[in-house]
C-alpha cells in the first residue's frame, strides 16, 4: 500500500491540513475520538446478548421459536423485548457499529493517513484473537473436553448438536489446520468450524476494506453537497447486499458516521425516542425477511435501522466516573468474550449441564448458563491482557511509519 498517496489526498485535496497548526489540532482530536466510551459499552452489552441467544438455542432450544418442531406458543421470537437475546440483531449491531467507528474519526478530521495504518493494521489486529480462540478450541478437541453432542441430544437443539452452528467439523483436527484457519481460512474463506462465532470475521475484514475506500472517496468529494456525496455509498450499499445481506449494516454505520454532526442537539425525550425505536427493530427476526407488497426485505437491514437509532441516540454522550470504566471494560471484553462463549458452552456448560441433570438438580439449563457465562468472562480477562499487549506491540511498529504518514 502507497503510504504517500494517503499523505498527498490528506494535503492536496484540502488545503486548510496544509497549515501544521491545523493538522496538529486534527490529529489531537482523532486521538481524542479514538474510543467512544458509550459505544464500546453497547458493543460488550451486544456481545452477551449474543450469549443469551446461543444459551437459549442451545439449551432450551423450544423457547427460540427457530424450529418447527416446537409449540410456537412456547416461542419468545417475536414478542417484546426480543431484543435482549436476539443474537443476529445484535451481529448487526456489531457491523454497523464497526462501520461508524471505522469511519468517523476520518470524516470528522479529514486525516485519511490514519487509513492506511488503520488498513495495514486491520489483518494482524483481528488474526490474533482469532488464532487463539482457535488453538484453544483445537486443545479442546484433543483433550475430549467437548461435550456437546450428548447434552444436545437431551435438549434436541440441532444449533448445540451442530457445535453452535458450525459449517461442518475439523476432519483431522491438527494443531496446523487450527492455526491455519485462525491465521488465514477465517478472514479469506469464512471457515469458521473451529470456532463458528469466527463467521463474522469474513464479513469484518472484507468490509472493513469497502469502508476505507469508500472513506478516501467521500473526502475526495467533500466538497460536493452532502446529499449528492450519499449516492456513491447507497449505490456502493446496493452493489454489496447482491453478494450478502451481511454487508449493507456496514455502509449503514459509514452513512451515519457521515451525515450524523459532531454533536446532535436534541432532548432527552427525543433521546429516548430514538434509543426505544432502535431496540424495537432490533427485536426483529426471520430469517426469511420481511414481505412487503411482494418484496421481502432482509432482517439485517430492519435490525440495522434500529442499530442506526440506538448508535444516533448517544453517540456523543459522554461518561464519567463508574459509567466510563465499566463501558470500557466492556468494550474490552466484548471480542475476547464474543470468540470464546461458543466454545465455553460446548465445553463447560455442556459438562455441567449433563452433570446437572444426571443429580436431578432442577433448572439444570439456568445454572448452567450462568455457570457458563461467569467462566466465559473470566476466561476472557486474560485474553484481553494478551489482546492489549499484542496492540501496543501492533502500535510501537506502526510508530515509525505514522510519523512518516503524519510529516
Known amino acids: 500500500m502507497d503510504i504517500d498517496f494517503f499523505r498527498i489526498v490528506s494535503v492536496n485535496f484540502n488545503p486548510k491540513i496544509q497549515n501544521s497548526d491545523y493538522k496538529k489540532d486534527m490529529r489531537q482530536i482523532t486521538q481524542k475520538n479514538h474510543r467512544i466510551d458509550i459505544l464500546e459499552g453497547l458493543r460488550g452489552i451486544a456481545a452477551l446478548v449474543v450469549f443469551l441467544f446461543h444459551w437459549l438455542i442451545g439449551f432450551l ?30 451481529v448487526v449491531f456489531f457491523f454497523v457499529l464497526s462501520g461508524f467507528v471505522l469511519s468517523r474519526r ?68 491438527l494443531l496446523t489446520d487450527a492455526f491455519k484457519q485462525g491465521l488465514w481460512d477465517t478472514f479469506f474463506s ?8 469466527m463467521w463474522t470475521m469474513h464479513y469484518e475484514f472484507i468490509a472493513s476494506f469497502m469502508i476505507f475506500g469508500t472513506c478516501l472517496l467521500l473526502v475526495v468529494y467533500r466538497n460536493l453537497p452532502q446529499w449528492i456525496s ?22 449503514l454505520g459509514l452513512l451515519i458516521a457521515f451525515l450524523l454532526p459532531e454533536r446532535l442537539k436534541v432532548s432527552k425525550v427525543t433521546r429516548i425516542i430514538l434509543a426505544s425505536f432502535g431496540l424495537y427493530c432490533l427485536g426483529y427476526f426471520n430469517s426469511d425477511g420481511l414481505r412487503i407488497h411482494g418484496y421481502t426485505i432482509p432482517f439485517q437491514y430492519i435490525d440495522g435501522v434500529g442499530s442506526i437509532f440506538v448508535i444516533s441516540s448517544c453517540y456523543d454522550v459522554q461518561l464519567k466516573g463508574w459509567y466510563q470504566k465499566s463501558a470500557q471494560f466492556l468494550g474490552q471484553l466484548s471480542f475476547p468474550f464474543y470468540l470464546l462463549h461458543a466454545l465455553f458452552i460446548c465445553s463447560f456448560g455442556s459438562w455441567l449441564f449433563l452433570t446437572l ?32 499487549l499484542w496492540l501496543k506491540v501492533l502500535n510501537n511498529v506502526m510508530q515509525p511509519l505514522r510519523k512518516k504518514m503524519q510529516s
Open 61 to 90: 432450544p423450544q423457547f427460540s421459536g427457530l424450529w418447527p418442531n416446537f409449540p410456537k406458543e412456547q416461542a419468545w421470537l417475536g414478542r417484546w423485548g426480543f431484543f435482549f437475546i436476539n443474537g443476529s440483531g445484535a
Open 357 to 388: 441433570k444426571t443429580h436431578h438438580i432442577v433448572h439444570p439449563s439456568f445454572f448452567s448458563g450462568v455457570a457458563t457465562l461467569v467462566v466465559s468472562i473470566l476466561a476472557s480477562l486474560p485474553f484481553i491482557k494478551a489482546n492489549t
Open 230 to 251: 450519499v449516492f456513491p455509498v447507497l449505490i456502493i450499499t446496493l452493489l454489496c447486499s447482491s453478494v450478502s445481506p451481511w454487508y449493507p449494516p456496514f455502509f
Open 106 to 173: 476520518v470524516l470528522l478530521t479529514y486525516a485519511t493517513e490514519t487509513i492506511g495504518e488503520a488498513a495495514l493494521k486491520r489483518w494482524p489486529r483481528l488474526a490474533f484473537p482469532t488464532c487463539v480462540a482457535c488453538l484453544i478450541s483445537w486443545v479442546f478437541f484433543a483433550t475430549g473436553a467437548y461435550y456437546y453432542p450428548s447434552a444436545a441430544l437431551i435438549t434436541h437443539s440441532p444449533w448445540l448438536g451442530g457445535f453452535a452452528g458450525a459449517a461442518g467439523l475439523p476432519s483431522q483436527r
Open 190 to 197: 469464512g471457515n469458521a468450524y473451529y470456532d463458528s462465532s
